[in-house]
Nanobody
Framework: QVQLVESGGDLVQAGGSLRLSCAASGSIFSRTMGWYRQAPGKQRELVTFISSGYNTYYADSVKGRFTISRDNAKNTVYLQMNSLKPEDTAIYYC??????????WGQGTQVTVSS
């Protein structure tokens, strides 16, 4: 029943930065939240997650460049993306971690990084 809406994606030059937002329609206070991405022709992959205790995980491909954060009062999760590379180009999705089947996937937000 919790709807997640991603925003903030844009076209950006390599080396640039973006901040993605994931707004939840309900409380995410007790949930581990993750960002996933899917590039054309590739499977969806986990990028990062943050637990209710603020433990974090980052895929090796983004470690040191991306930062996940959360504001439970706003029911929002953020993804700060720095030093963007063309290979970061993908549709970015927010979801629970692990994925809860009943939640499904939203529309995501497109991030395009040009050379």
């Amino acid at each position: 029943q919790v709807q997640l809406v991603e925003s903030g994606g844009d076209l950006v030059q390599a080396g640039g930065s973006l901040r993605l937002s994931c707004a939840a329609s309900g409380s995410i206070f007790s949930r581990t939240m993750g960002w996933y991405r899917q590039a054309p022709g590739k499977q969806r992959e986990l990028v990062t997650f943050i637990s209710s205790g603020y433990n974090t995980y980052y895929a090796d491909s983004v470690k040191g460049r991306f930062t996940i954060s959360r504001d439970n009062a706003k029911n929002t999760v953020y993804l700060q993306m720095n030093s963007l590379k063309p290979e970061d180009t993908a549709i970015y999705y927010c979801n629970f971690y692990p994925v809860v089947g009943s939640a499904g996937w939203g529309q995501g937000t497109q991030v395009t990084v040009s050379s």
